[in-house]
């Protein structure tokens, strides 16, 4: 790893929980891109948007080195029940549409 790299600041990816019985909620990162450990970085309390308290974050393992909070990529949404009809219906018609007997 260059130098250049190092100091550019890594993605981790977060999951917002609260602390039972209060206000306070926090971000978790589940794996640090560092040292692989659990991390918890305070997100605000409940009437504050805790997606502001995203960003750029030093790392509790190496404060010399940051890191950005970010929120997980959102799996790809499957299509509806029409393109699944469409895509059988393409399938069933091409078999008998061709003159290869």
């Given at each position: ?15 917002l ?5 209060t ?36 790392a ?6 940051p ?31 061709e003159?290869?007997?």
């Amino acid at each position: 790893m260059a130098k250049k790299d190092r100091r550019t600041p890594q993605q981790a990816f977060v999951t917002l929980r609260d602390m039972p019985g209060t206000r306070v909620m926090f971000w978790v990162v589940d794996a640090c891109p560092y040292c692989g450990e659990r991390h918890l970085h305070v997100a605000g309390n409940i009437r504050n948007d805790p997606g502001e308290s995203l960003g750029e974050y030093p790392a509790p393992c190496q404060p010399d080195r940051p890191y950005e909070l970010a929120l997980p990529p959102q799996p790809k949404r499957k299509g509806g029940k029409d393109a699944r009809r469409k895509a059988r219906r393409d399938a069933k018609t091409d078999v008998w549409d061709e003159d290869n007997w």
